[in-house]
């Protein structure tokens, strides 16, 4: 409905990877054509972002290959930030002439809620045989799953409603995205309509398109949603009730096609018409045929069935009449009950909660009697026996910690770049065994066991000269390698450790028990303002304070670019080393090998006597420094950086 949009508002998103020869001309075009022209650069390596900002697109940058559909939902994300309504899509390959732009609005004009796809006439030469396959495939199972008839269901060319495009809450991924957009478009009952548009394969296209692989993608997607179907409650819930009518029909043997054949035709939900007929299940079976033969007979005859004597083949003959009628009856009855109680459940289904995506809350998994269960064996075992304890470990977590695998997943793709699905389990496997694997080395070496280990310093004279000074120490590390390896390193020092409250007694317990005689003094990061006072009083009495400077849980943050993107890190770390004046050394420590481990410290930075009106510029200094070696860290290590949870969410 065109009030829907009062002021029709579009834009242009073109997604490119390694585009740099063709797309300074096609910004140039389109941005005479619409408002403002996103380009999203979606890991070039040949300088597109550079050509297309100078062309005078707006840059948007993945650090990594994420794929056609994560740059769209990047781009139309920021369409919507903005206040656009509409945005035009097309390819920065030269594939699309965006003089074909006007067609496109003129379109979306006329019906502002369409999906304008932009349906490709194919001239006979320069058009690879592959392309036009693809693209009657896709029609095919298009029109099989959404009984529409379209004839170009892969052009990239298109007006998207920003809106209702991201209500739909398709998840990130690649060529596939295109489908399926059309696909949920169309059952949401919006309309799609074709506009025909001219395509230009010019000699030496370099195309992204991975035949088997996007192909795989691509089929795999089109299975699912033909078995998948509308998910509303109302198609769910008729699905249901005309397959349980169909098992109730003596036609044993064809349920399944006939639900199948009716699901295309009715445009219902395949699975749930699939799962209806399976009313007939063998352990069911008899008792439905022998409620569907009496309650036909009944009907016919005034009588119920007696127990036959003999069957001939009159009394099949009636016996199949008195199946097919009473099968009509109880089916339907059955179809409305199921039918019924299937709506109401998908309807609550949808209704609940949507789940957040995880943030870091403190809380880690586990269990404190798995954990001692853990160090005691570790303290009777020793080394090699933990590690081969982490072989069982390890799975149960892969399994059962879904949130955890899946952000491991996206960072390793930051770090590693894109790679098949099969190296991306392999490598998320990699990154919770060196976590474990890390646990298990820093509780030996708190547990003084540090002769199983061959450690490895460098420049530890750092800390010690800046400690001797007198003013205090700042020792900023990270979540990453061996936690506990800097005790080693740091003896003569009176050291503070800050630490939230989830992890504050288990710390203080575990160092009396332990180390009784040089336990660090804890201090609870959740304390606020008393926090701070007891770190600035540690710092004033020349003592060293030890911090994670990677985890944002309370207080302030900075948003600050972390492995190509924004990330948010606490300012509070950063607050204290400005307000004391204190020096600040970066120590990391790393596992480099079976049995070696190597801590280094960068050269230590004073942040002290800055003027009121240049702190906050001094925080974010000393913050944008930590995250470079941070990052320089992480890249030389990527397995050895442990944040299982959404480190690039928006803050809170």
Same mark, same amino acid.
């Given at each position: 409905?065109?009030?829907?949009?009062?002021?029709?508002?579009?834009?242009a998103?073109?997604?490119?990877?390694?585009c740099?020869?063709?797309?300074?001309?096609?910004?140039?075009?389109? &941005?005479?054509?619409?408002?403002?022209?996103?380009?999203?650069?979606?890991?070039?390596?040949?300088?597109?972002?550079?050509?297309?900002?100078?062309?005078?697109?707006?840059?948007?940058? /993945?650090?990594?290959?994420?794929?056609?559909g994560?740059?769209?939902?990047?781009?139309? @994300?920021?369409a919507?930030?903005k206040?656009?309504?509409?945005?035009?899509?097309?390819?920065?390959?030269?594939? /699309?002439?965006?003089?074909?732009?006007?067609?496109?609005?003129?379109?979306?004009?006329?019906?502002?809620?369409?999906?304008?796809?932009?349906?490709?006439?194919?001239?006979?030469?320069?058009?690879?045989?592959?392309?036009?396959?693809?693209?009657?495939?896709?029609n095919?199972?298009?029109?099989?799953?959404?009984?529409?008839?379209?004839?170009?269901?892969?052009?990239?060319?298109?007006?998207?409603?920003?809106?209702?495009?991201?209500?739909?809450?398709?998840?990130?991924?690649?060529?596939?995205?295109?489908?399926?957009?059309?696909?949920?478009?169309c059952?949401?009952?919006?309309? *799609?309509?074709?506009?025909?548009?001219?395509?230009?394969?010019?000699?030496? &296209?370099?195309?992204?398109?991975?035949?088997?692989?996007?192909?795989?993608?691509?089929?795999?997607?089109?299975?699912?949603?033909?078995?998948?179907?509308?998910?509303?409650?109302?198609?769910?819930?008729?699905?249901?009730? #005309?397959?349980?009518?169909?098992?109730?029909?003596?036609?044993?043997?064809?349920?399944?096609?006939?639900?199948?054949?009716?699901? &295309?035709?009715?445009?219902?939900? $395949?699975? $749930?018409?699939?799962?209806?007929?399976? #009313?007939?299940?063998?352990?069911i079976?008899?008792l439905?045929?022998?409620?569907c033969?009496?309650?036909?007979?009944?009907?016919?005859?005034?009588?119920?069935?007696?127990?036959?004597?003999?069957?001939? *083949?009159?009394?099949?003959?009636?016996?199949? @009449?008195?199946?097919?009628?009473?099968?009509?009856?109880?089916?339907a009855?059955?179809?409305?009950?199921?039918?019924?109680?299937?709506?109401?459940?998908?309807?609550?289904?949808?209704?609940?909660?949507?789940?957040?995506?995880?943030?870091?809350?403190?809380?880690?998994?586990?269990?404190?009697?798995?954990?001692? !269960?853990?160090?005691?064996?570790?303290?009777?075992?020793?080394?090699?026996?933990?590690?081969?304890?982490?072989?069982?470990v390890?799975?149960?977590?892969?399994?059962?910690?879904?949130?955890?695998?899946?952000q491991?997943? @996206?960072y390793?793709?930051?770090?590693?770049?894109p790679?098949?699905?099969?190296?991306?389990?392999i490598?998320?496997?990699?990154?919770?065994?060196?976590?474990?694997?890390?646990i298990?080395?820093?509780?030996?070496?708190?547990?003084?066991?540090?002769?199983?280990?061959?450690?490895?310093?460098?420049?530890?004279?750092?800390?010690?000269?800046?400690?001797?000074?007198?003013?205090?120490? !700042?020792?900023?590390?990270?979540?990453?390698?061996?936690?506990?390896?800097?005790?080693?390193?740091l003896?003569?020092?009176k050291?503070?450790?800050?630490?939230?409250?989830?992890?504050?007694?288990?710390?203080?317990?575990?160092?009396?028990?332990?180390?009784?005689?040089?336990?660090?003094?804890?201090?609870?990061?959740?304390?606020?303002?008393?926090?701070?006072?007891?770190?600035?009083?540690?710092?004033?009495?020349?003592?060293?304070?030890?911090?994670?400077?990677?985890?944002?849980?309370?207080?302030?943050?900075?948003?600050?670019?972390?492995?190509?993107?924004?990330?948010?890190?606490?300012a509070?770390?950063?607050?204290?080393?400005?307000?004391?004046?204190?020096?600040?050394?970066?120590?990391?420590?790393m596992?480099?090998?079976a049995?070696?481990?190597?801590?280094?410290?960068?050269?230590?930075?004073?942040?002290?006597? #800055?003027?009121?009106?240049?702190?906050e510029?001094? !925080?974010?200094?000393?913050?944008?420094?930590?995250?470079?070696?941070?990052e320089?860290?992480?890249?030389?290590?990527?397995?050895?950086?442990?944040?299982?949870?959404d480190?690039?969410?928006?803050?809170?």
């Amino acid at each position: 409905m065109a009030e829907d949009f009062p002021d029709l508002r579009v834009c242009a998103l073109i997604p490119c990877l390694d585009c740099a020869p063709t797309i300074a001309s096609i910004v140039r075009h389109a &941005r005479t054509l619409v408002e403002i022209v996103w380009v999203i650069d979606d890991g070039s390596t040949d300088g597109t972002a550079d050509v297309a900002g100078e062309a005078g697109a707006v840059v948007l940058r /993945h650090a990594q290959n994420r794929g056609k559909g994560a740059a769209l939902l990047t781009g139309l @994300a920021a369409a919507r930030a903005k206040g656009f309504s509409h945005a035009v899509t097309l390819d920065g390959d030269g594939q /699309h002439d965006p003089a074909e732009i006007p067609a496109l609005i003129a379109a979306a004009r006329s019906q502002p809620t369409a999906l304008v796809v932009g349906a490709r006439r194919f001239p006979r030469e320069n058009v690879p045989r592959a392309s036009r396959f693809g693209r009657w495939w896709s029609n095919l199972w298009v029109s099989l799953e959404t009984g529409r008839r379209l004839s170009d269901t892969q052009s990239g060319m298109r007006v998207y409603p920003v809106k209702p495009t991201l209500a739909l809450n398709l998840r990130p991924s690649r060529f596939e995205w295109e489908v399926e957009v059309i696909v949920r478009t169309c059952w949401a009952g919006a309309p *799609v309509i074709e506009v025909p548009v001219a395509v230009r394969y010019p000699p030496g &296209r370099r195309s992204h398109y991975r035949p088997y692989y996007d192909s795989m993608r691509i089929s795999r997607l089109h299975c699912r949603l033909f078995l998948s179907g509308p998910a509303a409650p109302a198609p769910l819930a008729t699905g249901v009730g #005309v397959g349980v009518f169909i098992g109730c029909s003596p036609l044993y043997g064809l349920h399944s096609l006939i639900g199948l054949f009716l699901a &295309r035709l009715l445009r219902l939900n $395949a699975l $749930a018409v699939l799962f209806g007929t399976q #009313v007939s299940f063998p352990v069911i079976a008899p008792l439905l045929v022998t409620a569907c033969v009496q309650v036909g007979r009944r009907l016919r005859t005034g009588q119920w069935l007696a127990r036959p004597g003999t069957l001939d *083949v009159a009394a099949a003959g009636d016996f199949l @009449a008195d199946w097919a009628l009473g099968g009509a009856v109880v089916g339907a009855m059955l179809a409305v009950l199921l039918g019924s109680l299937t709506y109401a459940a998908a309807l609550a289904w949808r209704r609940r909660p949507a789940p957040a995506e995880p943030r870091w809350t403190g809380r880690s998994l586990g269990t404190r009697l798995g954990y001692e !269960i853990f160090h005691q064996a570790l303290r009777l075992l020793g080394r090699r026996a933990g590690y081969l304890m982490l072989w069982f470990v390890v799975p149960y977590y892969l399994l059962f910690a879904r949130a955890a695998r899946r952000q491991s997943d @996206a960072y390793l793709a930051r770090v590693l770049g894109p790679r098949g699905w099969w190296r991306r389990q392999i490598d998320v496997g990699r990154h919770f065994m060196a976590f474990g694997r890390s646990i298990v080395d820093s509780v030996l070496v708190m547990q003084g066991r540090s002769a199983e280990f061959a450690f490895q310093h460098e420049h530890v004279e750092y800390i010690h000269q800046s400690y001797a000074e007198g003013r205090g120490l !700042i020792l900023l590390s990270a979540h990453v390698g061996t936690r506990a390896l800097g005790g080693e390193f740091l003896s003569g020092l009176k050291l503070n450790l800050v630490v939230y409250d989830n992890e504050a007694e288990g710390i203080r317990r575990f160092y009396a028990r332990l180390r009784a005689g040089d336990a660090p003094r804890v201090i609870v990061a959740n304390d606020g303002l008393l926090a701070s006072i007891e770190i600035l009083g540690a710092l004033s009495r020349g003592e060293a304070v030890a911090m994670l400077a990677d985890r944002t849980r309370v207080g302030r943050s900075l948003v600050l670019p972390f492995l190509g993107e924004p990330a948010n890190f606490p300012a509070g770390p950063f607050l204290v080393a400005v307000l004391s004046g204190a020096p600040v050394v970066i120590t990391f420590g790393m596992k480099d090998g079976a049995r070696r481990q190597h801590f280094y410290a960068v050269p230590p930075r004073t942040l002290g006597a #800055v003027p009121r009106e240049r702190r906050e510029q001094a !925080i974010e200094e000393a913050a944008r420094w930590y995250v470079a070696e941070l990052e320089s860290f992480v890249r030389r290590c990527p397995y050895q950086w442990y944040n299982f949870y959404d480190f690039w969410a928006p803050g809170p």
